[in-house]
Nanobody, 122 residues
Framework: QVQLVESGGGLVQAGGSLRLSCVAS????????MGWFRQAPGKEREFVAA????????LYADSVKGRFTISRDNAKNTVYLQMNSLKPEDTAVYYC???????????????WGQGTQVTVSS
């Protein structure tokens, strides 16, 4: 079992930046691939980024490539999502997720945080 707690969401103007954090507790953090997903009202949960256990393999959704950066600090049991050049369409609840294999679909992840709201105003 692993418990995930996100933080860092908020309200920001278009073009601004936010950094999300997700702290994991429970079993060994370095055993898990970590992913970030988001869900806007009325829409399905969608993949944002994922990082492998060692950090060697990183995946991004096309919509965030070049603007978002995922990273992890295994010593701090934390995964980050640095979000730059934010757009109104990035508005959503952002969730971190954990599992043993890297994937881009929500059902591949067994463990989820409660989510943090990101709102980008135009």
């Amino acid at each position: 079992q692993v418990q995930l707690v996100e933080s860092g969401g908020g309200l920001v103007q278009a073009g601004g930046s936010l950094r999300l954090s997700c702290v994991a507790s429970g079993r060994t953090f370095s055993s898990y691939t970590m992913g970030w997903f988001r869900q806007a009202p009325g829409k399905e949960r969608e993949f944002v980024a994922a990082i492998s256990r060692s950090g060697v393999t990183i995946l991004y959704a096309d919509s965030v490539k070049g603007r978002f950066t995922i990273s992890r600090d295994n010593a701090k049991n934390t995964v980050y999502l640095q979000m730059n050049s934010l757009k109104p369409e990035d508005t959503a609840v952002y969730y971190c997720a954990a599992d043993t294999g890297i994937a881009t679909i929500p059902r591949a992840y067994a463990y989820w945080g409660q989510g943090t709201q990101v709102t980008v105003s135009s």
